[in-house]
């Protein structure tokens, strides 16, 4: 039965507003207690909004809802207000629809899902940072509203400097969090609630949370620290314990005592209540950056209560990296490994803000990254499942009905970040005890990604013609206009696997450029090819065609997956021979277009298999030091510019403008590498070629102009080029140029970017202005 909440009153004399439009904006949802029968709605005025008010209720027939006046309004930095309303006794694992009205009538229809009251099984989103970096905290949010979760754990620093102006941008970026249904002949918005985490960059305002989510955890009516940290149930399934780590700091000393006596209070009393128990908080114990100073404080306060208590989860954030590590419990003044039951900590933040070098192992770590990522978790009575979600525009879209018919679908296509011995997915289940207790069902060893080492397409048409390094990539078509048959030849150096045995993955990942609606299949190739020579001919044709292995249907742009393991493709290469791979067409001419080596983001081979020698560490690398040059501007530097970082052949300002790169390879502990990836963030595209190339003279971001750096003398060898004709994260391979090699032996003097011809500019993000720069290293240490 539908519950009349606390407050409210009919509206059925105010049904004349219902197709009006209320001033309003901004609009978010916070968690900060019972989830299962409580929220808090919160939102901005937009113009002239007097006296808003709530409309609500359990279906879409507006004449059947209820009203209630605002709770509570709120001025964070002087200048952005918000109003909240506190609905109580809702009905527990129930849609509840909701408009925002004013004098003028009533808004956007919104509507959300309470938390269940019995253990059924849900999707949660946790990560943090998202302060700076808007194209890829956008990216985020934009993948967040097509997973549909039930909640969202935020680890602080929401913005870069706490103020109004920047909260109001977060704001708007966060709309692209909500999933547009159609309900009822109606159109809906699903918002997702926050249950949002203290920061640093919230130091000068500890009301932050209260102020702009509506957060009270204490209860009082009023904002203060104290809101800062406190419990949220979602169903018996889970707690949740947002703790802050900025009391930490000199002058908080009574809350954050306050505070450490609740919260072993709470995990004594109501923690075993629940199935699991996750904690947030912003500062980690032990960063995985090497510029990032211990936190001994937090260990000494919550490593021991989290562990006798049967913690299960830990998101950390601030560092802007991911990491996963063991089940580990406290030892002295570090963790040990527990495999019989512990605690995991995930993190550590990089929601938007730069990511910065995974560069600080523990011996407890499992694998560590620097990417732009949040973590995506499948809680169920039995397990936990964490992914770590890439942002990209890959993902497929779960539509309201998929939501509803599986509480843990998750879309295809998502871009999921595979662990070394983990893989993409880590389960978790518990011991007697209630701690977790990693499963791993065989899958142990280590992800191998091995980049294509031959790449190109031939065509029946030129059947005498190289089409090696082709500006288009690779092609494949069952009868194109111009090339008639076309079929696209992949090859991979397997020596990385010759110490590997029980190999139990096998996947092909192709960046889909230009999609098709055929059917494509996945041939081993019947004939040894090289790429610089391989024609029609040479191949002899069709007969490259030899044992088709699977199919698949691109019939959208990104990374697409394509599952190889039960083909026994590795087998027939190591055992006869290894000719690689051909695509060719099933049916139809619709064309699709995959990138090559020398194109764009390369073809890989991931293999999962349990290795013996050297062992293989992949390393994310964040540039150390960039910056712009000008040929017009020759004594300006430009570091830090508002622009990032620029490349242009003759730009109607600056000339002619090169970007300048640098990565700190100090810290590498292995000289030897088998992989290597520079990735930039393209925030204006450009159709024009730009080249990497190697810098002559050594230079220092703070200093670097035109002339210091000799102008058109500082570019060197040639390492690649890459069309930046979209937004986002571009993948250029960089192991084959020597490149690292020579940094390696001590002439680590950086990259430039410069156009290989036309005025068509490229803009860039740099660390200062948003994604930095990335050298991602997989490295073989003996």
Not at 103 to 123: E, I, L
Not at 401 to 411: C, K, M, S
Not at 546 to 567: E, H, K, Q, R, Y
Request: hydrophobic residues 35%; contains cysteine; glycine residues 8%.
């Amino acid at each position: 039965m539908r519950r009349i909440l606390s407050g409210a009153f009919s509206i059925s004399t105010l049904i004349f507003a219902i197709d009006a439009s209320a001033a309003t904006k901004h609009h978010r949802l916070a968690w900060d207690g019972d989830a299962s029968i409580s929220a808090v709605i919160g939102f901005s005025p937009d113009g002239s909004s007097n006296n808003p008010y709530i409309n609500f209720g359990y279906s879409t027939n507006e004449e059947s809802w209820n009203s209630q006046s605002i709770n509570s309004t709120y001025t964070f930095d002087g200048s952005l207000n918000s109003h909240f309303v506190r609905l109580e006794d809702l009905t527990p694992n129930s849609a509840i629809y909701y408009r925002i009205c004013d004098q003028d009538g009533c808004g956007d229809r919104f509507w959300f899902k309470t938390a269940p009251s019995d253990k059924t099984p849900f999707v949660v989103i946790a990560g943090g940072d998202t302060r700076t970096g808007h194209t890829t905290r956008r990216e985020g949010n934009a993948l967040l509203a097509k997973i549909r979760p039930l909640a969202v754990m935020h680890g602080g620093d929401f913005t870069n400097a706490n103020s109004a102006s920047e909260m109001d941008e977060f704001l708007d970026d966060w709309a692209l969090t909500y999933s547009d249904d159609s309900i009822d002949g109606y159109s809906y918005k699903r918002i997702y609630p926050l249950i949002p985490t203290h920061g640093n960059h919230e130091d000068g305002n500890y009301s932050t949370t209260c102020q702009v989510f509506g957060i009270d955890f204490n209860g009082d009516g009023t904002c203060n620290p104290s809101d800062t940290y406190g419990a949220v149930q979602i169903s018996p399934l889970l707690r949740v314990y947002t703790l802050n780590s900025q009391f930490q700091d000199s002058g908080w000393s009574s809350y954050a005592t306050a505070m450490n006596n609740w919260l072993e209070n709470d995990l004594s009393s109501s923690g075993a209540y629940s199935n699991w128990r996750f904690a947030q908080y912003h500062k980690p114990m032990f960063p995985h950056y090497s510029g990032k100073s211990e936190n001994p404080t937090l260990f000494n306060w919550w490593a021991h209560p989290f562990y006798d208590f049967a913690m299960n989860l830990v998101v950390e954030s601030d560092t802007h990296l991911t990491k996963l590590t063991e089940a580990v419990a406290p030892s002295n003044n570090d963790f040990s490994i527990s495999d019989s039951g512990g605690t995991v900590y995930v993190g550590e933040g990089s929601w938007g803000a730069p990511a910065r070098s995974a560069n600080d192992a523990k011996f407890w770590t499992i694998d560590m990254a620097s990417i732009q990522q949040y973590k995506v978790i499948q809680v169920s009575p039995e397990q936990l499942i964490v992914r770590t979600a890439q942002f990209d525009n890959t993902a497929h879209t779960l539509s309201r009905e998929e939501r509803a018919n599986d509480p843990i679908v998750l879309p295809q296509n998502i871009n999921w970040w595979s662990a070394n011995r983990i893989g993409k997915t880590m389960t978790l289940a518990q011991n007697t005890s209630g701690r977790s207790i990693i499963v791993e069902d065989g899958n142990s060893g280590s992800t191998l990604s091995l980049p294509v080492s031959d790449d190109t397409f031939i065509s029946s048409r030129y059947a005498s013609s190289n089409f090696n390094g082709d500006s288009d990539g690779l092609l494949a078509d069952g009868s194109d206009s111009t090339y008639g048959s076309l079929y696209s030849l992949i090859q991979f150096d397997l020596s990385d696997l010759s110490t590997c045995s029980a190999i139990s993955a096998v996947e092909l990942e192709l960046n889909i450029t230009n999609r098709s609606s055929n059917s494509y299949g996945i041939y081993l190739a019947g004939t040894d090819w090289e790429e610089d020579s391989a024609t029609w001919n040479t191949v002899a044709g069709s007969a490259v065609l030899s044992l088709l292995a699977t199919s698949f249907v691109p019939s959208t742009t990104g990374i697409l997956t394509i599952d190889l393991t039960s083909t026994g493709i590795l087998d027939s290469w190591q055992t006869t021979g290894n000719t690689g791979l051909a695509i060719a067409s099933l049916n139809g001419s619709n064309g699709v277009d995959i990138t090559s080596k020398e194109s764009g983001i390369t073809p890989v081979l991931k293999v999962l298999a349990e290795c013996g020698g050297n062992a293989s560490e992949k390393v994310s690398l964040v540039a150390s030091d960039d910056v712009f040059i000008s040929s017009r501007a020759e004594d300006n530097n430009f570091n830090a510019d508002g622009d990032g970082l620029l490349a242009d052949g003759s730009d109607l300002i600056y000339g002619k403008i090169y970007s300048l790169i640098r990565f700190d390879l100090a810290d590498l502990q292995c000289t030897q590498y088998i992989d290597a990836t520079l990735e930039v963030n393209v925030t204006n595209t450009s159709s024009n070629s730009y080249g990497i190339y190697l810098a002559t003279k050594d230079w220092r971001e703070q200093t670097a102009t035109w002339d210091s750096v000799g102008g058109d003398n500082i570019l060197g060898l040639q390492a690649n080029s890459f069309t930046p004709s979209s937004t986002g994260r571009h993948l250029i391979n960089l192991q084959s140029s020597g490149i690292i090699d020579n940094w390696l032996n001590g002439n680590n003097t950086g990259l430039i970017i410069a156009s290989e011809g036309g005025i068509n500019g490229l803009d860039m993000s740099s660390k200062e202005s948003g994604q930095s720069p990335l050298l991602a290293l997989e490295t073989v240490c003996k």
